[in-house]
């Protein structure tokens, strides 16, 4: 099934999720234990994102921290950037772009941290679900056997009944038809707009560097849309993970804001010439 995916969902991922196995085994029991307060499938799910997004609340911060100190620099970079242009400057350039960072306490890569968190937990889940699918009364590798949960799946030949006539454990292309895929498109547009509304939530507090970055504004158009191909071939279930994610991260953001816990980018620095144009590099000029 996994080779009939979208490539992220390839089977070269189970090295990972080998590696993964205790995780999968305690989201299978949080699962189940949300389920026996509230024997609903989405309600276990949600639960179990909730306590996940919890978890990392510390780094969600600090990420998001230094992505929007990264937009606020953008046009100080496209400054460096038109000062050391050429290879003969290249040197120059990342070493001022390096400093730019230090004095913001930013980097690259914890901007990229948001994103890169999102996709093995969506892939551990996506995991879970499929295998939660597959439960007999002899195959409950990640339930505990005697669980509410487990009896119920097992009774219902692995199917997650849920809201609207979905089953939680299938794909919208899972052969359900009009009118019935309708709900699982509904639940897909939920988890795009989401996504799209968090990255212009993060983007209208920067206009002018949103401006100096028209990347940016691509990638907030495009991202969403990149994963809404993803939900149309992974399990529903999968689908509320990403939802209630963003749904958090959104809340996240707009207490950052609110509070004060962003910071303005330092003062604009005066950036000087590179070495070989500057006054004592031209002649007839003296040092």
């Not at 490539?7 to 196995?21: D, Y």
Request: hydrophobic share 45%; aromatic share 10%.
């Amino acid at each position: 099934m996994l080779n009939t995916l979208h490539p992220i969902f390839a089977s070269g991922i189970e090295p990972f999720l080998n590696i993964f196995h205790p995780l999968l085994k305690l989201f299978g029991w949080i699962l189940a234990g949300l389920y026996a307060i509230w024997p609903n499938y989405g309600f276990a799910i949600a639960g179990l994102t909730v306590i996940i997004m919890l978890a990392l609340t510390p780094i969600t911060v600090k990420s998001t921290r230094s992505m929007i100190a990264m937009q606020r620099l953008q046009p100080e970079m496209k400054k460096l950037q038109a000062k050391y242009k050429g290879p003969e400057n290249r040197e120059q350039l990342n070493a001022e772009m390096m400093r730019l960072y230090k004095e913001n306490g930013t980097s690259p890569f914890g901007a990229c941290l948001p994103p890169l968190l999102q996709m093995p937990f969506l892939i551990v889940l996506y995991s879970l679900i499929r295998d939660l699918a597959k439960t007999t009364p002899t195959n409950a590798e990640y339930l505990p056997p005697n669980s509410e949960m487990h009896h119920a799946l097992v009774a219902s030949h692995g199917h997650m009944h849920w809201w609207f006539g979905m089953d939680l454990s299938s794909s919208p292309l899972s052969g359900h038809g009009f009118p019935g895929v309708l709900p699982y498109l509904g639940l897909i547009g939920i988890a795009i707009f989401l996504q799209y509304y968090q990255m212009k939530q993060m983007n209208s507090r920067n206009p002018q560097a949103a401006a100096a970055n028209p990347q940016m504004q691509t990638m907030q158009k495009i991202f969403p849309i990149v994963f809404g191909a993803i939900y149309l071939k992974v399990q529903a279930g999968a689908t509320i993970y990403m939802v209630v994610s963003s749904a958090m991260r959104i809340g996240t953001q707009e207490v950052m804001f609110r509070s004060g816990m962003v910071t303005p980018v330092a003062a604009e620095r005066e950036i000087a010439a590179p070495k070989d144009e500057g006054p004592a590099a031209k002649p007839g000029r003296k040092p």
